[in-house]
């Protein structure tokens, strides 16, 4: 026994073909970290550019925003189809493609991971009220599965492990919370864990994360936010923000998956007449809101979360709005982010009838209670609010607030957003599947 573990570790360490397989997929961990970086720098980038290119200028965005949005539609189509969207759907799908493997190369590629940064810089500059978080995850499983073509990996990684772990890193970059990375992976891209691969996800994510944090530095997403936890009187605010909370998140939700099937054929059918009617839609909000509805609405959230002062209170349902629209038009862009604005806001302008806790704290209550009423993953919720905002001290209000969300968000939104988003997108690849073939059976005869 003792030579035979001698004899393999041995070969473990000398084998050329074991070497050039660690050296890809670190060299890939090292990319996804890099990806995720540079998204964040051009997203942000593209968001203050927009900002002040339309500073002054209140007629600007009705010609902006329709026609940046119909540009991305356009690249979209022609040059990076499977782009669209958030990426985490992408991502499900890729995950069941076992029998049909030949599938995950049209929903997992380098094209699409370019075009994808592209579309969400693009979309940015345009004034959408998008995330890069959800793209992100896109971007760096697409890195991830691109390694197969250069080395041969161990049969549990190859697919599911990669795919995974460049989920996973990809999240724990954008954002520079690793364990949300790692639990995103278990909770909802893959409602399971294999033992297997599990080495593979946290390589991933420590190498990725060690990349951005070498970088960005080491910070916090939203800063440090302090808040105040006093026994009972903090048992209201979790019951208020976490019904609240989750109801509207359901209700989002809901409103994206079931309104976005309703105008997929239209979608499809005039896809530019569609963005652009967005994009006048979306230069009104901006007006309306004075510009706060833009973007990924990081700022506005951190300004929530501050409890300097009460936002405005139609914020929220302005920004959801937007949210909602931006989506609509199958734009390359994720909720992530602009769903932590509408929960901050939400929750400090709850504040205002909640004087029992100070308005941070009903801030990030709110916040995580509407996160997880959208993508009810509650575990996730508490993890990366905690590492965003370097708060450990609510754990508990913060989990039974998650808690209570999810619940009640099940209630309007008995499915979880990704999975519905991802099952539509499974009907759709097996119609263009299926077109493909009838198409390539007429031209043999």
């Known amino acids: 026994m003792y030579r035979k573990q001698l004899k393999r570790s041995h070969k473990q360490l000398t084998s050329k073909r074991i070497w050039r397989t660690r050296i890809v997929f670190f060299t890939g961990a090292l990319l996804v970290g890099l990806s995720a970086t540079l998204v964040a720098i051009g997203s942000d980038y593209a968001t203050h550019f927009f900002a002040k290119l339309i500073a002054g200028r209140d007629w600007l965005p009705f010609i902006v925003t329709p026609l940046g949005l119909m540009l991305i539609i356009y690249f979209t189509r022609n040059f990076f189809q499977g782009a669209e969207g958030s990426g985490i759907p992408q991502a499900i799908v890729a995950l069941r493609q076992n029998r049909k493997k030949h599938l995950r190369y049209r929903l997992l590629s380098i094209r699409i991971a370019i075009g994808k940064a592209l579309m969400i810089f693009l979309g940015l500059l345009s004034g ?27 049969h549990y990684d190859v697919g599911r ?17 690793p364990l949300a990375g ?28 060690l ?8 910070y916090s997403y939203f800063g440090t936010v302090q808040t105040t936890v006093e026994i009972p009187s903090i048992l209201l605010v979790v019951l208020v923000c976490g019904v609240i909370g989750g109801l509207l998140g359901g209700t989002f939700s809901s409103l994206l998956v079931h309104v976005g099937r309703w105008l997929s054929p239209f979608r499809e059918k005039h896809p530019y007449i569609l963005a652009g009617t967005v994009g006048l839609l979306l230069a009104v909000l901006g007006l309306v809101s004075a510009g706060q509805t833009w973007g990924t609405g990081y700022d506005e959230a951190k300004l929530a979360l501050e409890g300097v002062e009460h936002v405005n209170a ?10 909602l629209l931006s989506y609509w038009t199958g734009i390359p862009g994720g909720i992530f982010a602009p ?8 929750g400090n302008w709850l504040s205002q009838w909640l004087p029992l806790a100070s308005i941070s704290t ?10 997880t009423g959208v993508v009810q993953t509650p575990i996730t919720a508490v993890v990366i609010i905690m590492e965003m905002t370097g708060n450990q001290d609510i754990l508990l209000p913060l989990m039974a607030t998650c808690l209570i969300a999810d619940g009640m968000s099940k209630l309007v939104s008995p499915q979880p957003i990704y999975r519905a988003l991802a099952e539509d997108f499974m009907k759709n690849l097996a119609r263009q599947e299926h077109q493909i073939n009838k198409a390539s059976e007429v031209k043999t005869n």
């Open 128 to 154: 959408a009220s998008i995330g890069r978080e959800g793209p992100t995850i896109h971007i760096a499983a697409s890195i991830s599965f691109a390694l197969t073509r250069f080395a041969r990996f161990p």
């Open 161 to 177: 492990g990669l795919i995974l772990a460049g989920g996973a890193a990809g999240l724990a970059g954008a954002f520079n919370t």
């Open 182 to 209: 790692i639990v995103f992976a278990i909770e909802e891209l893959a409602k399971n864990f294999e033992s297997k691969t599990s080495g593979t996800v946290l390589t991933a994510v420590i190498v990725s994360g």
């Open 211 to 218: 990349t951005a944090l070498a970088i960005n530095g080491n």
């Open 314 to 323: 139609s914020y929220p349902f302005l920004k959801l709005l937007a949210t």
């Open 339 to 346: 769903s932590l604005s509408v929960g901050a806001g939400l």
């Open 362 to 371: 009903v801030a990030l209550l709110g916040m995580a209670a509407y996160f």
